[in-house]
């Protein structure tokens, strides 16, 4: 069995973030990304149902992460985003 380390929650919270951005998951969408032991929460506000399994494809595709837990919301188009 080979060692692997595992990476630290900010690092993953960071690529997260960042795949995230790729993906066009900018304002006025806003997603926040928690880490803890591995697992990674996102919460907020999406305007449109694909973002949400976009945003969920992104995180677990972030070398590190060990869970994904999804509670975002869709808000659409037609709201006021505050």
């Known amino acids: 069995m080979m ?4 990476a630290p929650d900010h690092a993953i919270t960071q690529k997260v973030s960042q795949q995230l951005a790729s993906r066009g998951m900018r304002p006025p969408c806003r997603i926040g990304v928690v880490t803890s032991k591995g697992s ?6 999406i305007q449109y149902e694909h973002q949400r399994r ?3 494809q992104a995180a677990r ?3 590190g992460v060990q869970g994904v837990l999804e ?6 188009t037609a709201q006021h985003w505050k």
């Open 61 to 63: 595709g972030v070398g």
């Open 54 to 56: 976009s945003a969920v």
């Open 40 to 45: 990674v929460t996102l919460s907020g506000m």
């Open 3 to 6: 060692y692997q380390a595992k």
């Open 71 to 76: 509670r975002l919301q869709v808000i659409p």
